[in-house]
Every structure is written in C-alpha cells, then in structure tokens.
C-alpha cells in the first residue's frame, strides 16, 4: 500500500487546513494510523492516531485537529484549525506497524 498525502501549503495564523493521506489499497483492516510531522533540525513527531476507531492527540494540537479516516475512500485526513506558526513543518501519514509512510506534505503558518 501506498500512502500519498496532499493538502498542504500557506497559510496564515488562526487558519486552517485539512490534509489526506490516500492509500492505493484498503486501510479497513489497518487498525492503527498517524500524522506525524516533522520541523527542520527536529525530530518527527506523533500529531495524530487512531487505532481501532480511537484517536489520540499530542497536547499542542488537541482540541484544534481533528483525525479521521473514511474506509471505503481509503483516505485518511487531518482537519487543522486556529494554525499556529510552530505548527509549521512536513506532515506525514503512516501506517507504521506496516511500514507504510507517505512522502509528506509541507504546512507553512506564517504569523
């Protein structure tokens, strides 16, 4: 399975952005997947998870991202909001007990 992510770009403090991760196969029986995100000269970080139907928030995006993962699209998203600079970086979706990583997608908050 391929992972391919879009929706990234500018955009300015207090916006928001909605990114996906579209797989080339079925992600139904894929129990857990991630955003992660990576700024430069940082390490890649947890953003977002879910597995089994759970989500899970690192504390800086809580109650301002959303994940969510539509199964007969094979799409997994990311709703931003109230986007702050030090939300800035490579976002990436993964299924990682699979080994399946996407190539990323850059997000810019400029303040």
């Known amino acids: 399975v391929q992972l391919v992510e879009s929706g990234g770009g500018l955009v300015q403090a207090g916006g928001s952005l909605t990114l996906s991760c579209a797989a080339s196969?079925?992600?139904?029986?894929?129990?857990?997947m991630g955003w992660y995100r990576q700024a430069p000269g940082k390490p890649r970080d947890l953003v977002a998870s879910m597995r089994d139907g759970i989500t899970n928030y690192a504390e800086s995006v809580k109650g301002r991202f959303t994940i969510s993962k539509h199964n007969a699209r094979n799409t997994l998203y990311l709703q931003m909001k109230s986007l702050k600079p030090e939300d800035t970086a490579v976002y990436y979706c993964?299924?990682?007990?699979?080994?399946?990583w996407g190539q990323g997608t850059q997000v810019t908050v400029s303040s």
């Open positions: 196969g079925s992600i139904f029986s894929i129990e857990y």
């Open positions: 993964a299924a990682p007990s699979y080994g399946y």
